[in-house]
């Protein structure tokens, strides 16, 4: 609500606004700083007010407030958070592979965030794994995700994400077996 009302009064002419980073300020109430700059940011043809936010900052300014404060940010915190650009829904994960834009509104490193990242778990679907795997330097087509993805699958739903040594041991069964070549 915070951030809503912030908004609000940038709309309706305010030249100032009080805010917070990781909710840590003056007192509670306080909208989350980051969150009013990525909109203003995102919509600044709508809200017509500039800052001087250094948005690529963003992230190293949360995660050094979050060490001196011994306080972790939470992973689905907005904009900083460890989740707020990681995919792993298999239909955004597709989309996100398709193109970017159809789930994030702004790059992870216009708030100086690493990437986006699709951790591969029971959710996600064959496009991102063969993704993953053609990144791991496996050739992989959908012709061959046939056999792989129902092994990926089992994998998945014994443990939270699928890591890439999970990969390397499931294309290794796979090529045992003669189904795929590796």
Known sequence: ???ANS???IENGATRIE?????IGERAGNAALEEVAVAMYVRKDYYDAENNINMKETKKTSDMISDYAKMPVPHNKAV???NAFAHESGIHQDGMLKNPQTYEILTPESVGAAKTSLPLGKLSGSHAVMDKL???GFSVDREAMKAIFPVFKDCADHTDIVSEEDLTRIMSQIHATNEVSA
């Open 1 to 3: 609500m915070a951030v």
């Open 7 to 9: 908004l609000a009064s």
């Open 80 to 82: 900083v958070g460890a």
């Open 134 to 136: 053609n990144e791991m």
């Open 19 to 23: 805010g917070t980073i990781n909710g």
